[in-house]
């Protein structure tokens, strides 16, 4: 997700200082922004001269102190809260207090992280969807204590990065996942079952739903992980049946089979085709 909000962010003409705690996952993230704007000179999205120019705007670094010089913080770290509350506390004495800091969360609790930086007023869920360059929208979601200044001007930021922004409330999942994980959990419930093999559910849903990618496809697109955190967040707050894990998703993801990104999912993908 961070590679992709750091080339929406450069293609509409911001500067972006991108790091990440692993130098590997830092190299091919710049690797893959670089690919994309590529990819949009070819497509007519962008001038060649507006390319050269994005590129000279993206900096790297792997020291979080640098980040003392930007305007905003957008952070994408993996779907734990520990993980991301350790990063917001690390980057509070470094950032100017009155900086904006937005967590790209699918569904931890914007409240309780904002709680735990110096800054809940200027804290803010900003949610983009996979694949980032490409869907339209933006969850926009405020905490108990973020004040409203901070929710306009993170909507005017989607806005002027070619976003849609939707101002949606903090509970868990807010809109999106909420609808969409039981969605895709009930999917893996059927193949478990044997109601239908993978392509079967897939294909149902395509064709007689008209959605873009069946949901196994999409899980294998999201991440598997990131879909075992989001139901655990939705079945551990909201407390209800109907969102447990189904045992094959858990069961794929202590294997290791996390979707396209580790090149086997609900599907195979061969080298290459792996993100
Ligand atoms: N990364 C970057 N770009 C991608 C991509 C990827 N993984 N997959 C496709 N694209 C780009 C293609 O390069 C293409 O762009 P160009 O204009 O440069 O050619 C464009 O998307 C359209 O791709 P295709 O023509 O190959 O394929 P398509 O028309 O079938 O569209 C799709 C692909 C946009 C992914 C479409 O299948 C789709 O909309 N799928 C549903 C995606 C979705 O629901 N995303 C939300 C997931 S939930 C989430 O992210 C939030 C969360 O918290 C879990």
């Known amino acids: 997700m961070g590679h992709g909000i750091a080339h929406v962010m450069l293609r509409a003409g911001l500067s972006v200082l991108l790091t990440d705690a692993s130098a590997k996952f830092l190299e091919a993230g710049a690797a893959r922004i670089a690919k994309g704007l590529a990819r949009d000179?070819?497509?007519?999205?962008?001038?060649?001269?507006?390319?050269?120019?994005?590129?000279?705007?993206?900096?790297?670094?792997?020291?979080?102190?640098?980040?003392?010089?930007?305007?905003?913080?957008?952070?994408?770290?993996?779907?734990?809260?520990?993980?991301?509350?350790?990063?917001?506390?690390?980057?509070?004495?470094?950032?100017?207090?009155?900086?904006?800091?937005?967590?790209?969360?699918?569904?931890?609790?914007?409240?309780?992280?904002?709680?735990?930086?110096?800054?809940?007023?200027?804290?803010?869920?900003?949610?983009?969807?996979?694949?980032?360059?490409?869907?339209?929208?933006?969850?926009?979601?405020?905490?108990?204590?973020?004040?409203?200044?901070?929710?306009?001007?993170?909507?005017?930021?989607?806005?002027?990065?070619?976003?849609?922004?939707v101002r949606v409330n903090d509970a868990p999942g807010f809109v999106a996942n909420r609808v969409l994980l039981p969605m895709i959990n009930e999917a893996v419930f059927c193949l478990r079952e044997g109601v239908a093999d993978a392509k079967g559910i897939d294909d149902v849903m395509k064709l007689g739903m008209n959605h873009p990618m069946g949901p196994l496809e999409l899980a294998d697109l999201i991440g598997l992980d990131v879909c075992l955190d989001i139901l655990k967040v939705l079945y551990e707050s909201l407390r209800e049946p109907k969102y447990r894990p189904c045992p094959l998703l858990e069961k794929m993801v202590n294997a290791g089979w996390l979707g396209r990104k580790t090149g086997r999912g609900f599907y195979e993908y061969p080298p290459g085709k792996a993100s």
Request: glycine share 2%; proline share 6%; net charge neutral.
């Open 41 to 165: 000179v070819e497509k007519e999205r962008l001038t060649e001269e507006a390319r050269q120019q994005a590129i000279t705007r993206l900096k790297t670094t792997a020291k979080l102190a640098d980040l003392a010089a930007c305007d905003i913080v957008i952070e994408a770290v993996t779907e734990n809260y520990d993980a991301k509350a350790a990063v917001w506390r690390a980057l509070d004495p470094v950032c100017r207090p009155e900086i904006i800091f937005a967590s790209n969360t699918s569904s931890i609790s914007i409240t309780r992280l904002a709680a735990a930086t110096l800054r809940p007023a200027q804290f803010v869920g900003m949610h983009f969807f996979n694949p980032v360059p490409v869907m339209q929208l933006v969850e926009v979601v405020p905490g108990l204590q973020t004040a409203p200044a901070t929710v306009e001007a993170t909507m005017q930021l989607a806005t002027a990065v070619g976003k849609t922004p």
